[in-house]
């Protein structure tokens, strides 16, 4: 059995009272975490989530609501858990320095520390799929902010196959990476289309045709988009929300 948990769904604001993007996929091999943002540490903690329990993060885009929590749950895994057992930081191109950068910035360089266990860094590639821990997993361009090296993130294991959006806005090539998928978590910031950089409720409602997943789940919602009733008879994710696939 596959599932996924959300761990946050808002978008880079907290909108709700939600907490930044953040998604724990638990298969029998074992689990990833795809994007971990600055409040994902409080996340895992709320949800009774052991750090040591993840085989891997995986990062979809160097925004900080995606990947500003990495530091400290490094930190973490060091000094309250005493990890032992490798831990895979993987990502889009520049993963490594990046993530090096943002901790060195934030007061916790990697370097400064002894670890007692080894943090392997690893690159994704857009061209086919490659073991990240116990999954199989593709990285492909999405459009947002170029600077912030966005993609989405297209997972295999046990037979499941996942899609996660990361940030984009629409663009024509979507639908074929994301088609054949048990599960597209796909974000949906606005309600109507006003930022080329992200996907509103309007454009998913009118290309909910050229989508071709199993089950396709909204998040990353803004303000706007949380306070609604009504999302066009689409599935919303919420923190805390669990899915079964
Ligand atoms: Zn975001
Ligand atoms: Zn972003």
Request: glycine content about 12%; some cysteine.
């Given at each position: 059995?596959?599932?996924?948990?959300?761990?946050?769904?808002s978008?880079?604001?907290?909108?709700?009272?939600?907490?930044?993007?953040?998604?724990?996929?638990?298969?029998?091999?074992?689990?990833?975490?795809?994007?971990?943002?600055?409040?994902?540490?409080?996340?895992?903690?709320?949800?009774?989530?052991?750090?040591?329990?993840?085989?891997?993060?995986?990062?979809?885009?160097?925004h900080?609501?995606?990947?500003?929590?990495?530091?400290?749950?490094?930190?973490?895994?060091?000094y309250?858990?005493?990890?032992?057992?490798?831990?895979?930081?993987?990502?889009?191109?520049?993963v490594?320095a990046?993530?090096?950068?943002?901790?060195?910035?934030?007061?916790?360089?990697?370097?400064?520390?002894?670890?007692?266990?080894?943090?392997?860094?690893?690159?994704?590639?857009?061209?086919?799929?490659?073991?990240?821990?116990?999954?199989?997993?593709r990285?492909?361009?999405?459009?947002?902010?170029?600077?912030?090296?966005?993609?989405?993130?297209?997972?295999?294991?046990?037979?499941v196959?996942?899609?996660?959006?990361?940030?984009?806005?629409?663009?024509?090539?979507?639908?074929?990476?994301?088609?054949?998928?048990?599960?597209?978590?796909?974000?949906?910031?606005?309600?109507?289309k006003?930022?080329?950089y992200?996907?509103?409720?309007?454009?998913?409602?009118?290309?909910?045709?050229?989508?071709?997943?199993?089950r396709?789940?909204?998040?990353?919602?803004?303000?706007?988009?949380?306070?609604?009733?009504?999302?066009?008879?689409?599935?919303?994710?919420?923190?805390?929300?669990?899915?079964?696939?």
């Open positions: 059995m596959t599932e996924l948990l959300c761990v946050g769904t978008d880079a604001f907290g909108a709700g009272g939600r907490r930044q993007s953040a998604y724990l996929v638990r298969a029998p091999a074992g689990s990833v975490l795809l994007d971990c943002g600055t409040t994902t540490n409080t996340g895992l903690a709320e949800l009774g989530v052991s750090r040591d329990e993840i085989d891997a993060i995986v990062v979809s885009h160097f900080g609501d995606h990947f500003g929590g990495i530091p400290l749950l490094l930190l973490g895994a060091l309250e858990d005493r990890r032992r057992r490798p831990l895979v930081v993987a990502g889009p191109p520049d490594e990046r993530v090096r950068a943002a901790a060195a910035a934030l007061g916790h360089a990697i370097e400064s520390q002894q670890w007692s266990f080894p943090i392997i860094f690893q690159q994704l590639r857009p061209d086919g799929f490659v073991p990240v821990g116990p999954f199989e997993m990285a492909f361009a999405t459009r947002h902010s170029p600077d912030a090296n966005p993609h989405g993130l297209d997972l295999r294991s046990d037979g196959r996942v899609v996660y959006s990361g940030d984009t806005g629409w663009f024509d090539e979507l639908p074929r990476e994301v088609n054949g998928a048990e599960l597209f978590l796909c974000e949906c910031t606005q309600v109507h006003n930022f080329v992200h996907l509103s409720l309007e454009e998913l409602a009118a290309r909910r045709g050229e989508l071709d997943c199993g396709l789940v909204l998040t990353h919602l803004g303000a706007e988009m949380r306070a609604r009733r009504d999302y066009e008879g689409f599935e919303v994710a919420d923190d805390g929300l669990t899915l079964k696939l």
